[in-house]
Nanobody, 128 residues
Framework: QVQLVESGGGLVQAGGSLRLSCAAS????????MGWFRQAPGKEREFVTT????????YYADSVKGRFTISRDSAKNTVYLQMNTLKPEDTAVYYC?????????????????????WGQGTQVTVSS
C-alpha cells in the first residue's frame, strides 16, 4: 500500500503562483510514475502532468504546458507541482497519484486507470 498526502492548495488571484506537494509513504519502492490530475465542479477528472520516478521524464497536458512544472525529490518520496500564471480555469481539486505498473511510454500515464493509489485532493481556487 502507498499513502499520499497533498498540500499547498489555496486561493490565489489570476496570474499568481502556487506550489503543491504530494508526499508518499508506505511501499513506495514500486513506484514507476507519479502524476497530478484535477477535477473541476461538474467536470470529469483530467490529466495535468506526470513524472517517471526513474529518470525523471515528464509529460504535460497542453492546457498547462509552459505554466506548470512537475518535479520530484526521490529522497523524500515527494512530488511537487509548481503552478505559475494561474488562470480561473485552473480552479479544481488537484489529486496526486502513484502508478506501480510499468508502461512503455509516458502517454499511458496520462490515463487515470494507469494509477493505483490516489491522494485525498487539495483545492486550488483562482479568482479573476
Amino acid at each position: 500500500q502507498v499513502q499520499l498526502v497533498e498540500s499547498g492548495g489555496g486561493l490565489v488571484q489570476a496570474g499568481g503562483s502556487l506550489r503543491l506537494s504530494c508526499a508518499a509513504s508506505g511501499r513506495t519502492s514500486s513506484t514507476y510514475a507519479m502524476g497530478w490530475f484535477r477535477q473541476a465542479p461538474g467536470k470529469e477528472r483530467e490529466f495535468v502532468t506526470t513524472i517517471r520516478w526513474s529518470g525523471g521524464s515528464t509529460y504535460y497536458a497542453d492546457s498547462v504546458k509552459g505554466r506548470f512544472t512537475i518535479s520530484r525529490d526521490s529522497a523524500k518520496n515527494t512530488v511537487y507541482l509548481q503552478m505559475n500564471t494561474l488562470k480561473p480555469e485552473d480552479t479544481a481539486v488537484y489529486y496526486c497519484a502513484v502508478g506501480v505498473t510499468y508502461y512503455n511510454g509516458n502517454v499511458y500515464y496520462t490515463l487515470a486507470q494507469s494509477y493505483d493509489y490516489w491522494g485525498q485532493g487539495t483545492q486550488v481556487t483562482v479568482s479573476s
